[in-house]
């Protein structure tokens, strides 16, 4: 089917609003369309934040000589990816409560900034690869079944006490274990031992 391409000015007989389909997207933002057998090139509105995609059927509005994409009323193709566009910042606001749901959820931007007065998370795995990794709090509390850490260097610098309490400890080093402090305590209650080839006090 030829389209007649006519970059003539808006004909009066064109409705104020019509349908039409999409023939092409143009890099500027213009989107060519169909209006009964006749092409027409017109602009997206910034109320239409769903990007139109070749065979969508749109609405379209006539305003002086220029032509207006309002939104999309049927896709071409329901299956695939939509995405919601728009120039500068975009922002969701709700007076109660905002869901999201899907099966997959993908975030992707340069850079993040998140304020929420209070978080409650479940889920059952989390994974992150981060090459810097930065907490500040007051306070911080952590309960666990298991816990395992594997690290090249470990710096832990307390300013104040630090206690452990264990049911049992043990401390296996491959070269030294040292100790050192103004004053050192040692005491048990039944037996204490020291096994070493050499053993030097004082």
């Known amino acids: 089917m030829n389209h007649a391409e006519n970059t003539v000015p ?6 104020l609003q019509a349908e039409g389909e999409v023939l092409s997207l143009e890099p500027d933002a213009a989107v060519q369309v169909v209006i009964g057998g006749r092409r027409w090139r017109c602009q997206r509105a910034a109320s239409c934040l769903l990007t139109p995609q070749i065979g ?8 002086d000589e220029q032509l207006w994409l309002l939104a999309v009323l049927v896709r071409a193709q329901p299956q695939h990816m939509a995405e919601l566009h728009c120039e500068g910042q975009l922002t969701f606001s709700a007076s109660q409560r905002l869901t999201l749901r899907s099966p997959q959820f993908e975030l992707q931007a340069e850079h993040g900034d998140c304020q929420i007065n209070q978080l409650n998370y479940r889920g059952d795995q989390v ?7 930065r907490v500040f709090g007051k306070r911080c509390e952590s309960l666990w079944e298991s816990l395992s850490q594997i690290s090249h260097h470990l710096l832990r610098r307390t300013t104040h006490t630090e206690q452990v309490r264990a049911g049992q400890l043990d401390i296996k080093t491959s070269q030294l274990t040292r100790l050192r402090a103004p004053t050192t305590l040692i005491s048990s209650e039944s037996l204490t031992r020291v096994d070493g080839k050499q053993i030097h006090m004082g």
């Open 127 to 133: 994974s992150a690869w981060v090459t810097l990794s």
């Open 10 to 15: 808006l004909p009066l007989d064109l409705p």
């Open 56 to 63: 969508d059927r749109v609405l379209l509005c006539r305003a």
